[in-house]
């Protein structure tokens, strides 16, 4: 029965197979994590009680809101980047390794 599986439990390659599993599984959480917290730090879309306000913003506050919202966006997406590529990663080990 032993002999139809690819890699042995006790071997090597099983051993580094799971090292790697256990790696990157810690990474993708906490990609998820770091994704969440991001996300959340984020301006909504609706003015929401600030519309009825309507405050007067300088024209450095606009700019300084708008390039700290670029930079969460763009961290937001770097972070689902690697967060796709760690998912990836770890299912075609698991194929190599079976």
């Given at each position: 029965?032993?002999?139809?599986l690819?890699?042995?439990?006790d071997?090597t390659?099983?051993?580094?197979?799971r090292?790697?599993?256990i790696?990157?599984l810690?990474?993708v959480f906490?990609?998820?994590?770091?994704?969440?917290?991001i996300?959340?730090?984020q301006?909504?879309?609706?003015?929401?009680?600030?519309?009825?306000t309507?405050?007067?913003?300088?024209?450095?506050?606009?700019n300084?809101?708008r390039s700290?919202?670029?930079k969460?966006k763009?961290?937001?997406?770097?972070?689902?980047?690697?967060?796709?590529?760690?998912?990836i990663?770890?299912?075609i080990?698991g194929i190599i390794?079976?």
């Open positions: 029965m032993s002999a139809l690819a890699v042995s439990f071997s390659e099983f051993l580094v197979y090292i790697l599993s790696i990157c810690i990474l906490l990609t998820a994590l770091v994704t969440i917290i996300v959340l730090f301006k909504s879309n609706s003015d929401g009680i600030q519309g009825i309507a405050s007067s913003e300088t024209f450095y506050g606009k300084r809101g700290i919202e670029s969460l763009k961290w937001t997406w770097i972070c689902l980047g690697v967060l796709a590529f760690l998912s990663a770890i299912y080990v390794v079976q």
